[in-house]
């Protein structure tokens, strides 16, 4: 029978545990870690469909967060005109106006996506260091587009009324928004699991992944995969986009730059090409994230980068090594 | 640029653009081969890179019937199957199949001409269960329980360990029940033409019994089939026609029966005897 190996699933509840030593007070330590969960899996949401398209056709797309940035700005706009809807302390009304806001930014990211993959990617298969440089060009492009669409400010984007607030878990405080990307997020991870494990489609990305040689040998046409990997990666980020748009109340044309070393970090983690991989590797820097914002903030980013090295001499293919690689 | 891009990913070699190359002369066919060829190749030159591997390669398979497809190590004999399935483009000459030149198709389309392929590292997909990579070959088949399940059965007789390990990682098989496999799952729908590359290849003898029982069963039904084999013994009970390849051009064709029983034949064409 297919076996799981927990030894990685150990990894995040070991992360937590080890860190509450360090950060001292248990309340302190439960909100951390409902923040760390929360920001892990909108890094999910955004880092599990880069991870597919650089496992199916070896694309390293370095332009996703250009659809990070594209589906928060698109939000602002949304939520800007539902304005009624996002005031009211209801949460029915504010979901009514999120849940269009999440939508309008992952079909604006799929169809850039679209265009994205027919003349960035697509002339640059097979070569890396062309396929850094031009998408890298891409998003420096699309983030210029942003400004004269939206500006080069930073927008607010502020919480709904309905999701602003934190319920009370004893003394620690834990917010509600982070409840709700935790929410999406288990949402979005289980909608994955389902297709790769359930479907044909499903099953074809996981075979291309590891073999797409083979995949074509026996009938199927991966190409066609491929694209529609990418244009759902893409509105998976705008989705992201908006969740992390939220979570920290403003969007800039930039944050796409700012968010795509978290999610490499990620991807190498959960090891290329691998959809439960991403989900621990994005937990792991979600947490680590948080912990180190709040213990010794001047080394966050470097934590999550020691995290990475540390994961990778246990397993120099990440945490879920994909088979043929 | 071709639509199909894996073939210019970053392992894959790149074929190279090639203005002339000389023709060879083809090998002729003796009289006793039958001209009734479900597939044949018509000066197949194929290029890797820099590397010129084809120089014109003529064979014939003919319907219904199994070719093998014999000759030393680095004589041609993957690159032509490779050729054949558009993995590796031919820089000149022609793949007929069926009457149709199918020689700048891409390789889901030949596939999709009801073609099945095993290379010589079998292509299982290790992360994925042996149902589910028999489902992948089952084109027909959206879910496990749409495959047809008395071929199934027929293949599980076959083959034991695919219906023992049904529900396990293809990884965790052994080489041989890999093989069995890679085997299964190019027959788990009947195809026109199989194409296999050293099916044999690091078996033990008594899967190799299996082996041959269902090759040659799969003969008995009609269906065409191309072998590269190494393992002479294999070669002799089950071809029948062969090719011999030697420095990327078929070198000899004929029947395997014919080669068996010509010592001098097989020393100077394979540096053995059979």
Redesign the interface.
């Known amino acids: 029978m297919n076996s799981i190996d927990i030894k990685p699933l150990l990894l995040v509840p070991v992360l937590a545990l080890a860190m509450l030593p360090f950060v001292g007070s248990p309340s302190t330590w439960v909100t951390l870690t409902v923040a760390g969960l929360a920001m892990g899996m909108i890094i999910f949401i955004i880092a599990s469909g880069l991870t597919l398209v650089f496992g199916l056709m070896d694309v390293l797309n370095f332009g996703h967060g250009l659809f990070i940035a594209l589906g928060a700005f698109v939000a602002t706009s949304v939520l800007g005109a539902m304005g009624d809807w996002t005031g009211s302390s209801e949460l029915w009304r504010n979901l009514v106006a999120v849940l269009p806001a999440m939508l309008v930014a992952m079909a604006v990211a799929a169809a850039v996506g679209v265009a994205f993959e027919r003349f960035i990617v697509r002339p640059v298969y097979g070569q890396h260091l062309k396929q850094i440089l031009i998408t890298m060009g891409g998003m420096i492009i699309g983030e210029e587009l942003i400004k004269v669409i939206w500006g080069p400010l930073q927008i607010p984007l502020p919480l709904p009324e309905g999701m602003r607030g934190a319920l009370y878990l004893g003394d620690a405080a834990v917010e509600k928004y982070r409840l709700i990307a935790v929410v999406v997020g288990l949402a979005v991870f289980a909608a994955q699991i389902w297709v790769l494990s359930r479907t044909k489609i499903g099953l074809l990305i996981r075979a291309g992944v590891q073999d797409r040689e083979m995949v074509e040998s026996l009938g199927y046409r991966i190409h066609r995969l491929f694209v529609g990997v990418f244009v759902v990666g893409s509105a998976l980020a705008g989705l992201g986009g908006v969740m992390w748009g939220l979570y920290q109340q403003n969007v800039v044309p930039q944050m796409g730059h700012q968010v795509n070393v978290l999610i490499f970090i990620v991807i190498i983690i959960g090891g290329l090409g691998s959809t439960g991989g991403a989900l621990i590797g994005a937990l792991l820097v979600g947490l680590m994230a948080n912990y180190t914002g709040f213990l010794a903030p001047k080394v966050a980013l470097f934590s999550n980068i020691a995290l990475m090295v540390a994961i990778l001499l246990w397993r120099p293919q990440g945490v879920y090594p994909v088979a043929n690689r | 640029?071709s639509?199909?891009?894996?073939k210019?990913?970053?392992f894959?070699p790149q074929p190279a653009k090639v203005a002339q190359v000389a023709h060879s002369h083809p090998v002729p066919l003796p009289p006793d081969v039958p001209v009734d060829a479900l597939l044949r190749l018509e000066g197949v030159h194929t290029h890797i890179g820099a590397y010129h591997i084809l120089h014109g390669v003529d064979l014939v398979v003919p319907r219904g019937q199994l070719t093998m497809l014999l000759g030393r190590n680095g004589a041609g004999k993957t690159t032509t199957l490779r050729t054949i399935?558009g993995?590796w483009q031919a820089s000149q000459g022609r793949v007929v199949f069926n009457g149709q030149d199918i020689t700048r198709e891409?390789?889901?389309d030949i596939?999709?001409r009801n073609i099945a392929?095993v290379?010589e590292n079998m292509?299982i997909?290790?992360?994925?269960?042996v149902r589910?990579n028999m489902?992948?070959?089952a084109?027909q088949a959206?879910?496990a329980n749409q495959m047809d399940e008395a071929r199934l059965q027929w293949i599980f007789k076959l083959f034991p360990a695919v219906e023992k390990f049904w529900?396990?990682?293809a990884?965790k098989l052994s080489g041989g029940q890999k093989q069995m496999l890679a085997v299964s799952r190019a027959i788990v729908e009947p195809r026109d033409l199989l194409i296999f590359d050293e099916p044999s290849k690091g078996l033990a003898p008594v899967m190799i019994n299996n082996m041959i029982d269902a090759f040659q069963q799969l003969k008995h039904s009609g269906t065409t089939i191309l072998l590269v084999e190494q393992n002479i013994n294999f070669a002799k009970r089950l071809g029948d026609t062969v090719a011999v390849m030697d420095d990327g051009r078929v070198v000899h064709a004929g029947s395997m029966q014919a080669l068996a029983q010509d010592e001098a034949l097989q020393r100077s064409l394979l540096g053995l005897a059979l």
Not at chain 2, 3 to 6: A, L, V
């Open positions: 640029m639509s199909y891009h894996s210019t990913g970053l894959a399935m993995l891409h390789t889901p596939a999709g392929y290379p292509g997909f290790a992360d994925l269960t589910e489902l992948l070959a084109r959206k879910r529900l396990h990682p990884g």
